[in-house]
Each structure stands twice: as structure tokens, then as C-alpha cells.
């Protein structure tokens, strides 16, 4: 909910400026031309691993300038290593150029995971906890009132464990679709309760959803550094605000060294609905 | 307070040693105005004759001038207003007020008295700028609403915040470094609608001073700056009303006696309705949208006798935004002040002030089906003790003592029953915050002239609660519980503050000055033009108290009889405990928002160079600034020194006046300047199916460069005893530049697999008029 406050705070900072630009100034937008400084391509490496059968992979590209196309690169030829505090470890397979898959570990709800990649010549290590899965007790739908107009909103409810810090992603899926939208949040104002929460979402490019539609939610508990790297990389989207951080910066990794990117390890559950 | 009144005391008798040698006897009194009774601040009071021998009268209009027996003329002057001279024979004290009639001759050049003083080259204290309210009348306008703040920015080492921005950075310093005082309240957020407008009503203001640099004593609290507005006390002679109706806002403002001669009311208001067009919209979203301001400003003052005077004075205003039942924000500031002048003698001027200011904003929103509401808040309780001994024209000084309690709440959010959300209070943060201080101006002779001063602080947190400190992960390592008023942290700093004057001739002359301050509470803020959701947080155990110490040499000189004045001044400034953000910082409700910042040290350094004329048909000024700020903060950029957000290498402001006829003057101002530094991406990336942006180094960018030309014209339609009425047209962004007020970067909708940057520019050719009346 502490997400979901900032959400509407932010909101409504940005609702003041948008009228406040609407009606009072002639406001105007254009393409303009910025030199911004090529760099050495840096690592990004994205890893899950969960409480479901595996494989799991990870994936690892590169960052490309600002103003070549949105192709990263993948990285190939580098040593991936998946371990637990048991004492289990594993070297991944690389299956396409960039992806690298297990073949036996299954993730187990409590474990330490770690992640080691060594590749050109350096060395990442991501170092994750699999908290116990929360299930999903149903998914409802509201109709929200929006400055753009009338939306249905899915709620997860569900119910925080008592007495511990959880942090929960959450993946809404839309006929099959899995949506790029980002919805975390957390239990700071909440812990024990039954916690109803919308997934809403800032981006522009979300699918409506109506009427007939298949609905399915992901929900994974996560740890708190995982739950900061999504919460930074939320803060990075501002959609379009034009009051923006005055320090942005990259979103807060669990990797060393440098690397962009998260490992993610976390139990999951899931439900789904038909939007009547 | 008994160490401080034995101070005191030993002070008066070593000086009244020294003092009776001669027979000396002393004028003190008042310098008004005619019409209405206002007392003038800063009017020169001088004998004729000599080069040295005169003092200018303080915030209360009020002059003491300790002089050998014998005959003499006296003058007394003020920028804007016709000379007054009175002859005395001097036997014995004599209390005597100067009236002086306000010069309504200025067509023609001003005949300039040989002897008349320049406070240019003549006040030993410098980094001040002067806003004469009679020149920002004619300054073009931002939508029809003459502001203090926006004006102030066209002084030279003075920087917006940004486009149409009341905000100001002060010689590298940040926005929140700067003290601005309304009647001596503090004002914790001087914006109207964002920044667009201050809160500053120019019609109830009297006098605006801004020190930049080398603050007197009596003044901290603060790294950059103080903005001393002072308002107007209302006419003693007559009622009036005044007002403009303007496009965006009108005002109006009520002034009279009481008591004739004794006492006066005044009474202004102003209000937006940019809000009421809403309700002509098409669309039914729009009609429910508000947006507007108002403010008000009382005040009220009664002489009791010659030597008592009480002043009540007060502020409320409130931004309100919000859209149909879904959302609500306001914000505001109310500040209340009690003055009492006393004269313990004609060289003794005393003030006591009891000062009340607070700053909330309220969020109510019933989104996603929660009714929540935020809250949060910053009071002060200021007592206040200033005394003034006017000991001879050699030796003045000023001491006295301060006491302010500091309460803020930083947030609370507050739900209905049946909401799943627990409700929030983050632990209110109380805190002491005392000075004392005592400064001596020294003039031994017509061609040298110091004052020097000390200040000495405490600031203390306050418990209850429990205070954290954290590691350099940001962890809590450690938990400390305190009870109410159970003293946390207390920081001791010894403020030494020193300027000289070295006349070198009637139209030279150098100066140089050092100061220290420290600042006690600090502004988190972490966006580009500022929220007013920005929370204030005091000193503790994590955040330790800012301290600036500032060099700062200048060369005055006037030409053409005083027409023309020039000036430049170099400083040097040296940061300590300078804060910046983590990245990825998370400051809003978070209990832990000191675990978020990162401390270091800083630099600013520049040149002002300011020429201004200041008489004749013709008046304005050219300033220009080159200067740098930077930090240095272990966690950003590798701990190397990279320029603060604030950052700009050249500003270059040009204001003229041209008053064609009685009836049409005409106006003009261009100011250019550098883009601030800023953080852009140097790459970018994919996760989690986002585009993302990817970031190399902070503020490594530079916005573009800025420049703006903005055209007014003032129709004086009529103007008798009466009734005064006035047109006012101008036009913001003249030739229509597209200045960059953000740029964001997006995928191209031509090309997604393309990034683009977009800029957004807020105003081109904002026209506006207002009409203004007085009678």
C-alpha cells in the first residue's frame, strides 16, 4: 500500500501539473536532438528462479546507445552458476545465444539462492531468499474512475502473513498475455491484514480489459532487495512527467560489480477470472 | 538570561565611559511618508556638510543621530521621494520626524544634490540587493501579477529556479537555503501554483532586502540567503482602496487609521479563477477540475505613546487543486507575527517579537477505493529580542537573542475504519532552535567602515520517540528511545560574521566580506522544480547542521553624478555537510528517510557584475553572473566533485524602463541563461519487458540555454488626488523561444524500435492584462 499511496501522490502531483499546463500555458512538445555520451556497453542480467518445476533461466544482453535500436545484444559464452545455502550448485546450459537454462535444481521456498556469472572477463554475483508463497483468495473486479475515464480494475485479495516484512510482485495476465506493467507492494501499512489490491497500471500501452476476457494473476513474494529493485524501477517510469527526479539513476541491483539487472528468486501462486 | 543581562549591562557602562567625554546631544525620530504615514526603511538621515556624519533609519523607520551641540541642517532622503532638509539648533535631545512627499517629477533628470550620499558606495555591508517597489510597478508581468520574487531573479548572483518559477537560487546555494521572512515569520514555501506565482502580494509590501552574502548577525538559520519582506502598515491618515483585476487573479487591499496618526489597519486579498473558465469546458471531466489560490494579509498597528508601538500582523494562503470528489490537494502557509517597538532612550531602540509560522499541505484522495488523507506540517514558536544603541555616528550596534521551537509532522495518513490500509503517523520531529548575537558597526572616519558581529546557535532535537542510526548500507544498526522533551542531539556553532568598506573617493569604493551560517533545517527535494510535498526535516544524529562559510571582495562606483552605478563582486564559498539523495532514494513517508541521503562537502564560486541607472527617462540595469557550484559526496560519481543541480555558468539579466510621458511607460527584460546541470541516459536496456534507460553519471547533461524576452506597457489613465487608475499589458516570451522546461526520453511512436529525446516547453507568447485602481 506504501507503493500504492506514492502512486497516487505521484498521481496527483502530476494531475496538478498536467491541468496546471493545460490551462493556463499554450504548452508544447518536440523531438529535439541531444548529443548524449557513448559508452562501454555494461551487463544486464535478468534471473529467476521459484518454488514451480524448473527450468528456470537467466538471461544476460548488453546496454546499447541512446540512439541505436532497441536490439541488445546477447551474451554468449559466459559461466552461469545457480547455488543454494545446502550446499547445491549447478552450471547452466546456454539454449539460444544470451539465455542460459538449468536442468535439475528446484527452487524450495526458504532457500538462499546465488547466482555467479562470469563473462568477458568479469565476475556478477546476485544473491536472492525464497520467501513462503501467499495464496491468492480471489480476484475482483471494480470499475474506477479515472481523469481519462471509466476503468475496470482487477483487486488481488489475499491475506499478509502476521508478524513478518513481505513484499509481493504481482503479473497480470490478459488472454495469455503477460502485461509489462510492474506492480509491486509491500505490507509496511498493513501487516496481517487482508489486503485488497488494484493493479493499476501507469503505463499507456496496457490493454483495456472487458468484458469476456481471461484474467490470470501471478503473485510472487519476493525479498526486500528484489522488492527495491522493482521499486526503483518503477520510479524510473514516470510516464512522461515532466516533473521529474532530479537524480535518477539505475534502478537498485542485487547483482555486484556493476551489473544491471535483478535475480529474482520466489515462491509463486496464481488465480484467474472471466471479466463478466 | 541573568549571564546575558550582566553581559548587557557591562557592555552599556564601558560604552557610556567612553561616550561622555563630549557634550553630545541626540535627534532621533521617525522618516515618513506624507500621504499615509508609512514610515520609510532605510531612508539616509544626514547632516549637510559632511561627508560622515548620518545613519539611515532600520525596519521601523526609525533614525537615532548622536551629535556635538551646535547648529546644523539635517537632511533626510529616500529613492523615490523629494528632499527634505530642517534646520536645528541643537541644545538639548530632540525627537523630530522627517515627511518627506514622494517625487513626482522623475521625467526629467533628477538634479542631483552634490552632497547627497550614495548608500552605493557608502554602506559598509554588501552581496544586498534592493527591490524598489516603486520600479517593479513597470517591470513587465507574469499574467498581470507583479511579483517580488520574479524581479528579484533579474539581480545579478540571483537564479530562477526555472521557467515561471518564484523559486531562487542564491550564489550556488539550493532553493531551501534561502530565509525568506514575511514580517519576520518564516515562510517555508513561497509558491502559488507550483512556483508559477509567490505568495507575496506586492501590494502589501513596503521594503524587500535581499543579502547575499555577508548577512548581518542578526539573521540565520540559513546558508544563502534571507529575503527580508516587510509589509506595509496602512495609511494613518485616510481609508483607501486599492485593487487590480487582472486575467488570472484580482486583488484588493482596504488600508485607514484607527486612530488618526496613531494607529492603521490593512487589509489585502487576492484570489485566482482561473478555476471559474473550467466551468465553461466541454468536457464534464474538465468541469470538475479546481484550481485556484487566495491569500490574505492583515495588519494592524497602534502608537501607543512616543516610545511604544504594537504591530499585529498576518498571513493565510492556500493553494487548492483537485479533481471532482476523486482528489484533493492544498497547501498553504499562515504566519502571525506581534511586534513591540519600545525606546528605553533616543539611542536605545528595542524590539520583541512573538512569531508564529506554519506550512501544511493535505492530500485527500478516495481512488481505487481508499479514503485516505495525508497530512503534513511545519510550525514555529519564535520569541524574538532585538535591541538596537544607537551610541554615536561612530559606533552603532545590535544584539538580542532568538528562541524558535520547531514541530513538524512529516506524515500522517489517516483512513476510514473499513479500509484494509492501517493507518500512518511517521514520528513528529520536534526541535529547539536558539541564538544570541551581538554586531558593532565602526565608522572611525569618512573613508573606512566595518561591521563585524558573532552569532552563536544551538539547535536541538527533541524526544520523544525513537531515533536510528544507520549504517552505510542505510540499515538501522541502532535504536535509541527518548521521552518528550528529552534532549537527542544538541549542535553548537559560533557564526562570525565581518565586512569592511574602504571608501576611496566619492564615487569609489572596495569591500569585502566574510561570513559563516548554518543551517538547521534541510529541505529534501528531490526533483527537478520542487513539490510542495517536499518534506522538511531538522538536524539529528545522521543529518548534521550545513555550514557555509563565504569570501567575498567587491568594487562599487557611481558615474554621472550618481545616475549611473556599477558594481562586481567575486565570492567564494566553502560547504559543509551537504546532502544528496541515494540513488534510487525513497523519501516520502518513509521513517527511514535519513537512511536515503548521502553527505559531503561543496563549492560556489563566481563573479556578479551589475550596472544600473538609475535615474531620467531612461532607467534598468544589465547584471550578469558567471559562477559554479559544486559537491563533492562520497557514493555519487565516484566522490568526485561534480556541479550541484543548481549549477549554471553564465546568467545575463537586462531591464529597462522607458517613460515615454506621464501617461506611457514602456518596459522590456531579456535574461539568458545557461541549461542546469542534469542527469540524462547514456544507454539504455531491456528488463522485465520495460525500456529502460541507462544512467552513467549524475548531472553530467546540461539543459539548453535559456533566454526569454518579455515587453510591457503601463498606462497611467488617470491619476489625481482622487483616483489613480492604471493599464497594464505585457507579453511573456516575446519572440516565442522554446525553452526546455523538461526533456524526457521515449520510444519513437513513428518507430518503436527507436528512442527519442521530447521537450516540453510551457510558455510561448503568454499575453496578459490587468487593470489597477486606487482611490
Redesign the interface.
Known amino acids: 500500500m506504501k507503493l500504492f499511496i506514492f502512486n497516487t501522490r505521484k498521481n496527483a502531483i502530476a494531475f496538478v501539473i498536467l491541468i496546471v499546463v493545460s490551462f493556463l500555458i499554450s504548452s508544447c512538445e518536440k523531438v529535439i536532438n541531444i548529443n548524449l555520451n557513448a559508452k562501454a556497453p555494461q551487463i544486464i542480467i535478468e534471473g529467476i528462479i521459484t518454488d514451480q518445476p524448473e527450468p528456470y533461466t537467466v538471461s544476460l544482453t548488453q546496454t546499447v546507445n541512446f540512439d541505436e535500436s532497441n536490439n541488445f545484444p546477447p551474451v554468449s559464452g559466459a559461466t552461469v552458476i545457480i547455488s543454494d545455502n545446502s550446499g547445491y550448485s549447478e552450471i547452466l546450459t546456454e539454449t539460444t545465444p544470451g539465455i542460459y537454462t538449468t536442468s535439475a535444481i528446484q527452487g524450495t521456498a526458504g532457500k538462499i539462492y546465488t547466482l555467479k556469472v562470469t563473462a568477458n572477463g568479469k565476475e556478477y554475483t546476485g544473491v536472492a531468499t525464497m520467501p513462503p508463497p501467499v495464496n491468492i483468495d480471489t480476484l475482483t473486479i471494480t470499475s474506477v474512475n479515472t481523469p481519462k475515464g471509466s476503468n475496470k480494475t482487477i483487486y488481488v485479495n489475499f491475506t499478509d502473513p502476521t508478524g513478518i516484512n513481505n513484499y509481493y510482485r504481482f503479473i497480470k495476465i490478459i488472454n495469455g498475455t503477460a502485461q509489462s506493467s510492474i506492480f509491486i507492494t509491500d505490507d509496511l501499512l498493513k501487516d496481517g491484514n487482508i489486503i485488497n489490491q488494484p493493479l493499476l497500471s501507469r503505463g499507456q500501452d496496457e490493454v483495456k480489459i472487458k468484458s469476456g476476457d481471461m484474467v490470470s494473476v501471478v503473485c510472487q513474494t519476493i525479498d526486500k532487495n528484489v522488492y527495491n529493485y522493482f521499486r526503483s524501477l518503477l520510479q524510473l517510469s514516470t510516464g512522461g512527467m515532466i516533473n521529474q527526479s532530479s537524480s535518477p539513476a539505475n534502478p537498485l541491483s542485487n547483482f555486484n560489480n556493476g551489473a544491471l539487472g535483478y535475480f529474482n528468486a520466489c515462491a509463486v501462486t496464481s488465480k484467474t477470472i472471466v471479466i463478466p | 538570561m541573568k549571564k546575558i543581562r550582566l553581559f548587557l549591562i557591562a557592555i552599556f557602562c564601558i560604552l557610556s565611559i567612553s561616550s561622555s567625554a563630549q557634550i553630545k546631544y541626540t535627534i532621533s525620530g521617525y522618516v515618513k511618508d506624507i500621504k499615509t504615514g508609512e514610515e520609510l526603511i532605510g531612508a539616509t538621515v544626514f547632516v549637510k556638510d559632511s561627508k560622515t556624519i548620518g545613519t539611515s533609519t532600520n525596519a521601523y523607520g526609525f533614525f537615532s543621530l548622536t551629535i556635538p551641540e551646535g547648529n546644523y541642517i539635517i537632511i533626510a532622503q529616500y529613492i523615490g521621494y523629494e528632499v527634505k532638509s530642517t534646520q536645528f539648533s541643537l541644545k538639548q535631545n530632540t525627537k523630530y520626524n522627517f515627511i518627506l512627499t514622494e517625487n513626482v517629477t522623475q521625467l526629467d533628470e533628477v538634479v542631483i544634490n552634490a552632497e547627497k550620499k550614495d548608500d552605493n558606495i557608502t554602506k559598509n555591508l554588501m552581496g544586498i540587493e534592493k527591490i524598489n517597489m516603486q520600479e517593479i510597478k513597470n517591470i513587465p508581468v507574469f ?1 498581470g501579477e507583479k511579483d517580488i520574487l520574479k524581479t528579484i531573479q533579474l539581480m545579478p548572483g540571483v537564479k530562477s529556479a526555472g521557467e515561471g518559477n518564484s523559486g531562487f537560487y542564491i550564489r550556488g546555494g539550493n532553493a531551501d537555503q534561502n530565509l525568506i521572512l514575511l514580517d519576520e515569520a518564516t515562510v517555508y514555501n513561497a509558491s502559488h ?2 512556483g ?1 506565482f509567490s505568495v507575496f502580494n506586492a501590494d502589501a509590501i513596503k521594503d524587500v532586502t535581499l543579502y547575499k552574502g555577508g548577512q548581518p548577525a542578526e539573521f540565520g538559520g540559513r546558508l544563502s540567503s534571507v529575503l527580508d519582506i516587510r509589509t506595509k502598515d496602512g495609511s494613518d491618515k485616510k481609508f483607501g482602496i486599492e485593487g487590480g483585476i487582472g486575467l ?1 487573479s484580482s486583488r484588493l487591499k482596504i488600508e485607514g487609521p484607527i486612530v488618526n496618526d496613531k494607529g492603521s489597519f490593512t487589509i489585502n486579498a487576492r484570489r485566482s479563477y ?1 478555476d471559474l ?2 466551468k465553461f469546458a466541454k468536457d464534464s ?1 474538465m468541469k470538475q ?1 479546481k ?1 485556484y489560490f487566495y491569500d490574505f494579509n492583515a495588519k494592524l498597528n497602534y502608537r501607543i505613546n512616543d516610545n511604544n508601538r504594537v504591530f499585529l500582523s498576518g498571513y493565510f494562503g492556500k493553494d487548492v ?1 483537485g ?2 470528489t ?2 484533493g ?1 492544498d497547501w498553504g502557509n499562515i504566519t502571525g507575527t506581534f511586534r513591540w517597538n519600545h525606546l528605553f532612550s533616543e539611542k536605545i531602540f528595542s524590539n520583541t517579537s512573538i512569531i508564529f509560522s506554519n506550512y501544511d499541505y493535505n ?1 485527500n ?1 478516495i ?4 479514503d ?1 488523507e ?1 497530512i503534513s506540517r511545519i510550525q514555529d514558536y519564535n520569541f524574538k529580542q532585538d535591541f538596537q544603541y544607537f551610541l554615536s555616528t561612530k559606533h552603532k550596534f545590535k544584539f538580542g537573542f532568538n528562541s524558535i521551537y520547531h514541530k513538524i509532522i512529516p506524515g500522517a ?1 489517516t483512513t476510514k475504519s473499513d479500509s ?5 503517523n511517521l514520528k513528529h520531529k520536534q526541535a529547539l532552535d536558539n541564538a544570541i548575537y551581538l554586531s558593532h558597526e565602526y565608522n572611525p572616519s569618512g573613508i573606512i567602515g566595518f561591521i563585524y558581529g558573532i552569532r552563536l546557535t544551538s539547535f536541538s532535537t527533541l524526544g520523544p520517540g525513537d531515533f536510528y542510526s544507520y549504517n552505510s548500507l542505510g540499515e538501522t544498526i541502532d535504536t535509541t528511545s527518548y521521552n518528550n522533551g528529552e534532549f537527542v542531539k544538541t549542535y553548537f556553532t559560533l557564526e562570525p560574521r565581518f565586512a569592511a568598506n574602504f571608501i576611496l573617493n566619492e564615487k569609489n569604493s572596495v569591500k569585502v566580506s566574510y561570513g559563516r551560517n548554518t543551517q538547521n533545517l534541510h529541505l529534501l ?5 520542487g ?1 510542495p ?1 517536499d518534506l522538511w526535516i531538522p538536524s539529528s544524529s545522521n543529518v548534521k547542521p550545513e555550514i557555509s562559510d563565504q569570501v567575498s571582495m567587491g568594487y562599487f562606483r557611481n558615474f554621472k553624478n550618481n545616475v549611473y552605478e556599477f558594481s562586481t563582486e567575486v565570492y567564494y564559498k566553502h560547504l559543509q555537510n551537504q546532502i ?2 541515494k ?4 523519501l ?2 518513509n521513517e527511514n528517510a535519513e537512511s536515503q541521503l548521502l553527505f559531503g562537502t561543496g563549492r560556489a564560486y563566481g563573479i556578479e557584475f551589475f550596472l544600473k541607472k538609475k535615474s531620467g527617462r531612461f532607467t534598468g540595469w544589465i547584471g550578469y553572473t558567471y559562477a559554479k557550484t559544486e559537491k563533492k559526496i562520497g557514493g555519487i560519481n565516484n566522490g568526485e566533485y561534480y556541479p550541484a ?1 543548481q549549477d549554471r555558468t553564465h546568467d545575463i539579466s537586462i531591464v529597462g524602463i522607458y517613460e515615454f510621458s506621464k501617461k506611457w511607460t514602456i518596459s522590456a527584460t531579456w535574461v539568458y541563461y545557461t541549461g542546469n546541470a ?19 553519471e ?1 548531472n ?2 546540461r539543459m ?1 540555454d535559456y533566454h526569454r524576452l518579455d515587453l510591457g506597457v503601463t498606462w497611467q489613465k488617470k491619476k489625481t488626488e482622487k483616483f489613480e487608475s492604471s493599464w497594464n499589458f505585457s507579453l511573456y516570451n516575446a519572440y516565442g523561444r ?1 525553452n ?7 520510444e519513437d511512436p513513428n518507430d ?15 499575453p496578459s492584462i490587468s487593470y489597477n485602481f486606487k482611490f
Do not use: C, H
Open positions: 499574467f501554483l507550483l508559477f488570472i482561473a473558465f473550467l471531466a477540475r484550481l487543486l479533481f471532482g476523486q482528489m490537494v492530500i484522495t481512488l481505487a477505493g481508499t485516505g495525508i495518513i484494509s490500509i492501517s493507518e500512518l527535494s528531490n526533483s527537478t522544480s513539490n510535498t544528496d539523495y540513488d534510487g532514494a525513497e516520502r513517508f543541480k542534469i542527469t540524462f541516459p547514456s544507454g539504455k536496456y531491456e528488463v522485465a519487458g520495460q525500456l529502460v534507460n541507462y544512467y552513467t549524475r553530467g547533461y539548453p522554446e526546455a522546461y523538461s526533456i524526457t526520453f521515449q518503436p524500435a527507436k528512442t527519442q529525446a521530447v521537450q516540453t516547453t510551457l510558455f510561448r507568447w503568454v
